[in-house]
C-alpha cells in the first residue's frame, strides 16, 4: 500500500489534469451562454461566510477539490424544470485515476430516504399502505416491540417518514465486502451480524423531530410487506422505472457492469474505502446507488407533481403532503422550508466514503445534485451550492458576513481540547491568537473559529457556530454546535 502522502500527492497532479473533462458530454458542448455559466460556477467557489472588514477570497473548484481532498464531484443542474448541464469532475480513485463522467455511479447515503419515501407514498395512493394507521397492523414478519411510549401514541408511516416516531438508531456503519451481511430483520433487532443496535421507541411517537434511520428500516420492511417483493425491484417498480432514471439502484451488489463505473469512496484523509465501498442493507435509509442526472429526475418529478404537471410516481395532492412539514424542518422524507410563494426541498448523504447532496424549489423549476466520493464532500458541496446560488439568482445560500472580535490566546487555550460530538471524536485547537474546530463529521480539514462573543464563536468554512459551556467548577466542559436548526451537542474530555 502506498503512503498516505504518495497517494495524496498523485491525487493532486491528478486533479489538475482531470478537473473539468466531462467525458459524456464532451461531444455535444452546451449553448455559449449555458458554458458561460458553468464556467463562472466553476471559478465561484467561496467560503459560505465572511468576516467584516476581510476581502471575501473566490477559488475554482478544481482548487477546491484539491484542498478538499475530493476524488471526483459530479454536478447535475436544473434550471426552467429541466437539467441545463451535467458535469463530472476528477477521477473515480485516487489509485488508478480513472476519469469520473456523468455516467460515474455514487453512493446517495441519506439521499435514499427521499426517494424511498415517494416509494411508501406511491403505495399509500395505492392503498396498499396507510400513513396513519398503526404501522404494526401493516407488519406481519417482524412487530415494533410495544411499550409505554406506543401505548401512548402509535408509531405510524407519517410519523417514520418524518422522523418524529420514537425511534432509535441515526444511521449505520455499512458492512466491507466480504463481510457477513445482517437480514433486514436482524438489523431491526441488533442481531448479530448486525452492527447497529435494535431498532426501538423509547420517545412518545408524534412528540418530538428526531433523525432516525432505524425508522425508514421500518418503513422497508412495511413497503416490501405490501409491495410483495424484495425492496430493489419494488423501487424499480414505482419510483426509479417511472422516472426512466436507468443508472439507480438498490441492490446490495451491483452487477460487474455497474461496478466498473462506481467511484471509490475516500476517507478524510485521502485513502480509498478497503473494497471501495461498504454495504448497506438498510436500503431504504442508506442504499440507493445513482448518477446526479439520475436524481435531477427526482427534482424535476417533485416540481412537476407539485404543480400538477405530472403524475408518474405522486398525484398533486400527494406530492404537497410530502412537501408539507411536521416536526421539525421536515415533511415526508425530505428537509422542507417555506420561501414565499413555494418550498425549497433537500437533502443531504454520507457513507463511508461518500458525500451527497440534492436540492430543489417547487416554485422556480430550480435545483441541483451534487455528488462526491469523500468523507470531505460536505465542505465543497457547500462551497459549490454559494457559487450556483450566485449565478442563478437562488434565494438561499448567499455568502454572510459577520463580525468578529479581537482575539483572545487566553480563552482559546481555556477552550482547546479533545471532546466527542454525536460519538465522534472532535477537537478545539489553540495556536495562540487563533483558535480552530475539526471533526471529521464536517471534514478532514480543521475549521478556524472566530469570536462574536466569549462563548460564541463562528466558522467561515461552513455555516455554523459553536457555543461553548462552563460547568460548575468554571473550566470549560462542553459545546453546542449549532447548524441550521439543529444542535449537536459536544463533550469535553477529561484527564
Known amino acids: 500500500m502506498k503512503p498516505i502522502s504518495t497517494v495524496l500527492g498523485a491525487l493532486l497532479l491528478t486533479l489538475t489534469a482531470c478537473a473539468g473533462v466531462d467525458t459524456r458530454a464532451a461531444a455535444s458542448a452546451e449553448p455559449a451562454d449555458v458554458q458561460a455559466r458553468i464556467d463562472r460556477v466553476e471559478r465561484g467557489l467561496s467560503t459560505p461566510v465572511t468576516v467584516k472588514g476581510v476581502p471575501p477570497v473566490s477559488w475554482s473548484l478544481r482548487e477546491r477539490m484539491a484542498f478538499h481532498h475530493v476524488p471526483a464531484v459530479s454536478i447535475a443542474l436544473v ?7 451535467v458535469r463530472a469532475y476528477g477521477v473515480l480513485d485516487a489509485a488508478t485515476a480513472r476519469p469520473a463522467s456523468p455516467a460515474t455511479l455514487f453512493q446517495a447515503g441519506s439521499v ?17 399502505l396507510s400513513l396513519d394507521a398503526p404501522a404494526n397492523d401493516a407488519l406481519r414478519a417482524w412487530k415494533i416491540p410495544d411499550n409505554t411510549f406506543t401505548r401512548t401514541a402509535p408509531v405510524t408511516l407519517r410519523r417514520l417518514l418524518n422522523h418524529s416516531a420514537g425511534m432509535t438508531v441515526h444511521g449505520f456503519h455499512g458492512y466491507a465486502p466480504g463481510q457477513a451481511i445482517p437480514s433486514l430483520l436482524q438489523v431491526l433487532d441488533g442481531a448479530p451480524p ?6 426501538r421507541v423509547d420517545v412518545t411517537p408524534g412528540t418530538r423531530w428526531r433523525y432516525s434511520g432505524g425508522g425508514f428500516s421500518v418503513v422497508q420492511l412495511m413497503m416490501t410487506e405490501a409491495g410483495k417483493a424484495p425492496f430493489d425491484p419494488l423501487m424499480q417498480r ?18 460487474p457492469a455497474r461496478q466498473e463505473r462506481a467511484a471509490t469512496g475516500h476517507r478524510s484523509d ?9 454495504i448497506y442493507p438498510e436500503s431504504a435509509a442508506a442504499g440507493l446507488w445513482t448518477t446526479a442526472a439520475d436524481l435531477a429526475r427526482i427534482v424535476i418529478e417533485v416540481q412537476q407533481a407539485q404543480g400538477g404537471q405530472s403524475g408518474k410516481v405522486l398525484s398533486s395532492a400527494m406530492t404537497a403532503t410530502l412537501l408539507t412539514r411536521g416536526l421539525g424542518e ?6 422542507v422550508e417555506p420561501l414565499g410563494a413555494g418550498t425549497s426541498f433537500s437533502h443531504s448523504g454520507g457513507t463511508d466514503g461518500f458525500r451527497a447532496q440534492l436540492y430543489g424549489y417547487s ?23 454559494g457559487s450556483i446560488s450566485a449565478e442563478y439568482g437562488w434565494p438561499e445560500f448567499g455568502r454572510i458576513e459577520k463580525t468578529a472580535l479581537a482575539p483572545d490566546a487566553a480563552l482559546n487555550a481555556a477552550a482547546a481540547g479533545a471532546y466527542t460530538l454525536e460519538d465522534q471524536p472532535a477537537a478545539i485547537i489553540a495556536e495562540g491568537d487563533r483558535l480552530y474546530f475539526q471533526s471529521d463529521l464536517f471534514g478532514a480539514q480543521r475549521m478556524e473559529l472566530f469570536a462574536e462573543s466569549r462563548t460564541r464563536f463562528f466558522m467561515t468554512a461552513q455555516d455554523m457556530s459553536v457555543v461553548f459551556k462552563r460547568g460548575e467548577d468554571g473550566r470549560v466542559d462542553g459545546f453546542d454546535l449549532l447548524r441550521g436548526a439543529n444542535t449537536y451537542v459536544g463533550t469535553r474530555h477529561r484527564p
Do not use: C
Open 79 to 85: 434550471n426552467h424544470g429541466k437539467v441545463e448541464w
Open 363 to 385: 416554485h422556480t423549476g430550480q435545483g441541483v445534485v451534487v455528488l462526491t466520493n469523500s468523507d470531505n464532500g460536505a465542505a465543497l458541496i457547500a462551497e459549490l451550492l
Open 330 to 335: 421536515y415533511g415526508l422524507g425530505f428537509y
Open 194 to 199: 448486525a452492527n447497529s443496535d435494535p431498532i
Open 238 to 255: 414505482t419510483v426509479l422505472g417511472p422516472l426512466g432514471m436507468r443508472d439507480s439502484t438498490y441492490a446490495l451488489t451491483l452487477p
Open 270 to 278: 485521502g485513502s480509498a474505502v478497503p473494497g471501495h465501498w461498504q
Open 112 to 128: 435514499s430516504k427521499a426517494v424511498t419515501a415517494m416509494g411508501a407514498l406511491h403505495l399509500v395512493e395505492q392503498h396498499a
